[in-house]
């Protein structure tokens, strides 16, 4: 157990880190928490950018600071909808775009709407708007269990959290 003199004395020594000042340094450091690529090797799909994921990921950790596997794994949660959503986004606007298509001779707004028209009638567009508010609800729900266990637990500022590979690389 650490004496009060030996915690204040960390405490001070921690206030006096300036942390990383290079560019090089500092990305390297946002990097800290990410210890293996599994979550990424989960949810990108070949097309899309491991990396752009991984920066995201680098983002939110940083931001959130997450202080113990739990707190990672809820902000992961948060990063793995927050991705999925830019997807259906993406997915979204090139379905609109390509139904636009079809109807060429009319301005631009009227493209859209017969678009929008076409694909409400059919289960595509209704389903995609559901799976985005979906996605939101899981997003929300992240944020929302973070703030609680962090009211109800709360944790001392620390390093960034390092886990272990939950699987062999």
Not at 29 to 36: P, T
Not at 50 to 57: I, N, V
């Amino acid at each position: 157990m650490s004496s009060l003199r030996r915690i204040l004395s960390s405490r001070a020594n921690g206030l006096l880190a300036k942390g990383p000042v290079t560019a090089e340094g500092k990305l390297r450091s946002s990097q800290n928490a990410i210890s293996h690529g599994l979550l990424a090797r989960c949810l990108v799909l070949e097309d899309e950018s491991p990396e752009a994921f991984q920066s995201l990921l680098a983002e939110y950790v940083d931001r959130l600071r997450p202080t113990d596997g739990l707190e990672l794994g809820i902000v992961e949660e948060m990063v793995a909808a927050c991705w999925r959503m830019r997807r259906s986004w993406a997915t979204e606007t090139h379905m609109i775009d390509t139904a636009a298509a079809d109807f060429s001779e009319a301005p631009a707004i009227g493209r859209i709407t017969a678009a929008f028209k076409t694909l409400s009638e059919s289960p595509a567009l209704p389903l995609m708007h559901r799976y985005e508010t979906r996605l939101h609800m899981l997003y929300q729900r992240a944020l929302q269990n973070l703030m609680l266990f962090r009211a109800v637990i709360p944790n001392e500022p620390s390093p960034i959290f390092e886990h272990p590979p939950l699987i062999d690389q």
